[in-house]
């Protein structure tokens, strides 16, 4: 018996559903999915997924307030009636056909599995150069890298989860924005002796956001990682990378820098052909500023 949730904020996931559906009746096991959307602003939206409860073994859930990334995750998780729970986010779409049974026979044979990320091609994401070069370069990890360094490549976009292991070990509710959240519930995973076994089952990533929308989301990524730096000192390569030129005092130097070419460094990534070193140094340029 599997428990598949789903949290959802202004992203259409129909598609999604019908595929866990039909691979769900093949299983020969009893599976629920569960969508919760998180108060969507876009009505046309929420219509669609209305058709989620159209779908075998499905059912839609709506809250009537934002409750923010954290506290959904912890939310969705009530919804659950079995004991294995699956999690997904609500922009990606499982890679092959055997998605759920991979999953399925893993069933017992650790509290935590991830089946980690891809990115097609030709999807969504691909008309978003910035995002799609980001993706394929910096989040789609060999299974080896992963096993090597199972709790800081723990995922929240597609994961099996023990709900013995969820109800004793709860997402920082202080993360209502986006970013960080599972980097941190990683690390507690790991502080409370969670064994996490990662396998070959990914689902494609198929956001749908603009270049700028994806900037903004960094940007509030960094505001979470520097807002909780403490607890998540030793899990994030940039805020090593930053506590670094803070010990050299070069923070200063590095945020001047990147105030005087920060423009035209937005120029290169909102355009066709991004680079992925000037968006490194954005990163760790904005964090020097804000910090």
């Not at 980097?183 to 790991?190: I, P, Y």
């Not at 396998?199 to 909780?228: M, W």
């Amino acid at each position: 018996m599997l428990s598949i949730l789903i949290p959802t904020y202004n992203c259409a996931c129909v598609q999604l559903a019908e595929e866990l559906s039909r691979q769900a009746a093949t299983l020969g096991a009893t599976v629920e999915i569960v969508v919760v959307d998180d108060a969507s602003t876009d009505a046309s939206v929420v219509k669609e997924n209305c058709r989620i409860n159209d779908i075998e073994n499905c059912r839609f859930v709506r809250l009537e307030k934002n409750i923010g990334i954290a506290k959904m995750r912890n939310r969705i998780l009530q919804e659950a009636k079995y004991q294995w729970i699956l999690c997904l986010d609500a922009d990606v779409f499982p890679a092959h056909a055997d998605f759920l049974r991979l999953y399925a026979e893993e069933i017992g044979k650790a509290d935590v599995v991830c089946g980690g990320l891809a990115y097609r091609t030709d999807g969504p994401t691909r008309v978003n150069a910035l995002r799609y070069k980001y993706g394929v370069s910096h989040e789609v990890r060999p299974l080896a890298e992963r096993q090597a360094n199972p709790y800081q490549s723990f995922k929240t976009s597609n994961y099996l989860i023990n709900s013995k292991i969820s109800k004793a070990i709860a997402f920082d509710e202080s993360f209502a924005q986006y970013g960080h959240e599972d980097t941190l519930f990683g690390k507690m995973l790991q502080q409370s002796g969670v064994a996490i076994k990662h396998i070959q089952n990914p689902v494609y990533h198929d956001d749908n956001d603009t270049a700028e929308q994806f900037l903004t989301k960094t940007r509030k990524g960094i505001d979470n990682l520097l807002s909780h730096s403490d607890q998540l000192s030793g899990y994030s390569r940039l805020l090593r990378t930053y506590k670094k030129l803070k010990r050299l005092c070069l923070a200063s130097l590095i945020s001047f820098i990147f105030r005087k070419l920060r423009h035209r460094i937005e120029r290169n990534l909102l355009s066709d052909n991004p680079s992925m070193r000037y968006f490194g140094f954005y990163k760790i340029g904005y964090m020097c500023t804000i910090g």
